[in-house]
């Protein structure tokens, strides 16, 4: 009956992941796995999201034997209902104490078996050098073999378990092969010690991925727990996602904005930092529509719902942001698939170095297998598979810090390939605050009878502009029908009226003019034409400016006089003007289709195909419609083009600082295999050059990206 059930999308979270390698293979056996459809892991914030019509008990347990039989200690979970925290670690969300007693007490426990065989190995040692002390060989060994037990176990019954599961090239399969091998080589202090410093490079190693992970998730702490819900002068607490559309909250000073709404009572300043990067509050008074997740600084403020919470700006950030590190850049692929194949071939080199040699020289195995055990740990891959991913994720935490959206790391990667930088006018370039500069009272009295039922900005303008002086008589119209790209057309007191451009209303202008024309047709007649103007953005002219190296095109559906007269002021290389959205789209096709990687970006809910169809769509998110932020790959929160530098800039250094760790990685992998293999490493340096070189990478990756500012 399952089968007859239609599939939910089912979110979990692996808490306790902290091995990039293990995520790999958990991810790609789930992905193969028929059952779980469209399934995508994240291993930044370690959410699992696929569809399925199972049972979510049923789910959890199928998904926590897939976990363990690849990594051990990580707990398949959901999150309370409501709950979007998926950084909980070691305890449930519900139980976690941050106090520092229980931090110190959690530390001491977790490294208790490890530091009690640092003391066993330090006892061995200080009576090695007692004199006249003979320590029997039985008791040494047996202790240096308790110690080695105490201080590897975890990484001894993760190989165990692992090849058991036919999976046998991994960290903890080179690990206990190197360390087993000292063993029996008799180098007992050394198979300890490396054990032990390989469990401190890993503690150290998550310390940095869970600081990444934080610096990264603070950026979403910008969801209201709770808002307040005004009904007949009381106000009540409720949770923001049982709010609807229409509901007064009131906003008090200090408190963050739960839902996106329009303000109805009082005036404040709102800091809009996580939302758009500005970090100088700005003014709202009555009238002003206001996002969720900006935060009242000044006065309490009464607010009317807009949208409710899964519509809402705060959801739709937190949903952009979780789930951008989900579509991996080409170079993240390529690491996952190096890796792979990566390890199996340093095993069979390792043996080769172990066997060949001796048996063409003098025959000395013990030094050789000795060679071949450091080569192996010094092979392990987790610098690479760790550091790359980590290193995508902070560029996109710089992004959102910025009022950058960026939906997966593949968009920073495409983004330093771009040839071609193509804009919307309106609304992009342009303010899309239009007023009207010219036209006759007829011509207004029709086409705001036709235009109130239009949110088009240049519709607003036209209403606007009769309404101060006059009322709009709506109820005269009827059959109203809007021709996308062209203009409306409807019946005005029984006879055909026509609003729109030159070619909708069958007339031609001759007459030149620098705004945009919106013409008037009335039962066959033409009435005449309004005029509307639109400010271009001051900052614009900056964005063009500093895209001199590269090919510019305006796309817009006004007439050319004013296409010409905008890009002229910019400095834009190319326009294109009277264009219908069939017209960008084919235009975008055209360049594509010349092997041109183009950037378009848009604001309207006529670019949205447009936006799909690039190589990478950019939105304007702030007065953009909901459809094109749906289909754009990255969202401009406060509206301003000029972010797009500021793109530019993290995605080249992103690019950048993920070659930096590929290469150090390599490079110092390199060097130390052939010191190895020559004798001139030893063990200590094996683990350096493995956890020691993923730590270096990490911390790389999350200093040098997550700042990156304007």
Request: charged residues 20%.
């Amino acid at each position: 009956m399952a089968n007859n059930i239609e599939k939910q999308k089912v979110t979990l979270y692996l808490n306790g992941l902290n091995c990039s390698n293990c995520a790999n293979k958990i991810s790609s056996k789930i992905e193969k796995d028929k059952r779980y459809e469209n399934s995508s892991f994240s291993f930044i914030t370690k959410k699992l999201t696929f569809f399925s019509n199972e049972k979510i008990e049923k789910l959890i347990a199928e998904i926590q034997t897939i976990v363990d039989s690849i990594e051990s200690g990580v707990v398949v979970k959901t999150l309370r209902d409501g709950e979007e925290n998926f950084n909980c670690e070691e305890e449930s969300c519900e139980t976690k104490n941050h106090s520092f007693f229980n931090k110190t007490k959690r530390i001491i426990l977790n490294n208790l078996t490890l530091t009690f065989a640092f003391l066993l190995v330090v006892v061995m040692f200080i009576l090695g050098h007692v004199p006249n002390l003979k320590v029997p060989l039985t008791v040494s060994t047996t202790i240096y073999i308790i110690s080695y037990l105490l201080s590897g176990y975890k990484v001894l019954f993760a190989s165990l378990k692992n090849i058991r599961h036919g999976h046998i090239f991994d960290e903890n399969f080179l690990m206990s092969i190197a360390t087993i091998g000292a063993i029996v080589l008799g180098e007992y202090v050394e198979a300890v010690m490396v054990m032990a410093l390989y469990e401190v490079g890993e503690a150290f190693e998550n310390y940095a991925v869970d600081k990444s992970r934080k610096n990264i998730t603070g950026l979403l702490d910008i969801k209201s727990e709770f808002a307040n819900l005004v009904i007949s002068s009381k106000v009540t607490t409720v949770d923001p996602k049982s709010v609807n559309v229409g509901d007064i909250l009131l906003v008090k000073a200090g408190e963050k904005v739960p839902l996106d709404g329009v303000i109805v009572e009082g005036d404040t300043y709102l800091d809009n930092k996580a939302l758009t990067g500005e970090s100088v509050p700005m003014f709202y008074e009555v009238g002003n529509e206001i996002l969720s997740g900006s935060i009242n600084t000044s006065k309490a403020i009464k607010i009317k719902v807009t949208k409710n919470y899964t519509n809402s700006t705060v959801y739709k950030i937190l949903d952009l942001v979780e789930n951008a590190s989900s579509k991996k850049a080409p170079t993240e692929k390529f690491i996952t698939k190096f890796a792979k194949y990566y390890t199996p071939f340093v095993v069979i080199a390792a043996l080769a170095l172990a066997i060949i040699p001796p048996l063409l020289t003098d025959g000395n195995f013990s030094m050789w297998v000795s060679r071949a055990l450091i080569f192996l740990v010094i092979s392990c891959p987790c610098a690479l598979v760790l550091s790359v991913p980590i290193g995508y994720f902070a560029g996109l935490g710089s992004a959102s810090k910025n009022g950058i959206l960026v939906k997966g790391g593949n968009y920073l990667d495409v983004i330093n390939s771009i040839d071609v930088f193509m804009f919307d006018k309106t609304g992009t370039l342009t303010k899309g605050n239009f007023k009207v500069k010219e036209s006759s009272q007829r011509a207004l009295e029709l086409a705001s009878a036709l235009e109130v039922y239009s949110s088009h900005p240049i519709a607003k303008a036209i209403t606007s502009h009769f309404e101060q002086n006059n009322k709009i008589i709506s109820s005269k119209v009827s059959n109203l029908e809007e021709v996308s790209g062209k203009g409306i057309k409807a019946l005005y007191e029984g006879k055909v009226l026509l609003v729109g451009n030159e070619s909708f209303v069958n007339y031609v202008d001759d007459e030149k003019s620098s705004g945009t024309s919106v013409y008037v047709n009335y039962d066959g007649n033409y009435i005449g034409r309004i005029i509307v103007e639109d400010e271009i953005k001051d900052d614009s002219k900056l964005l063009i400016d500093n895209l001199s190296d590269k090919e510019t095109v305006m796309l817009t559906g006004d007439k050319e006089s004013t296409g010409l007269t905008v890009s002229k002021s910019l400095g834009i290389k190319k326009v294109y003007t009277d264009l219908l959205p069939s017209d960008k789209l084919n235009i975008i096709n055209e360049y594509q289709n010349k092997g041109k990687k183009v950037l378009f970006a848009g604001d309207g809910i006529n670019d949205a195909p447009v936006l799909a169809a690039s190589s990478v769509g950019i939105a304007m998110g702030g007065i953009g419609s909901d459809a094109a932020v749906e289909a754009a790959d990255i969202v401009i929160m406060n509206d301003e083009p000029s972010k797009i530098i500021t793109l530019r800039k993290i995605s080249k250094k992103t690019r950048k600082v993920v070659l930096q760790n590929i290469w150090f990685a390599l490079g110092i992998k390199a060097i130390f295999l052939t010191l190895g293999a020559l004798g001139y490493a030893n063990m200590y340096m094996a683990v350096f050059a493995d956890t020691g070189v993923a730590l270096l990478c990490v911390l790389n990756s999350t200093v040098r990206l997550i700042d990156i500012q304007e």
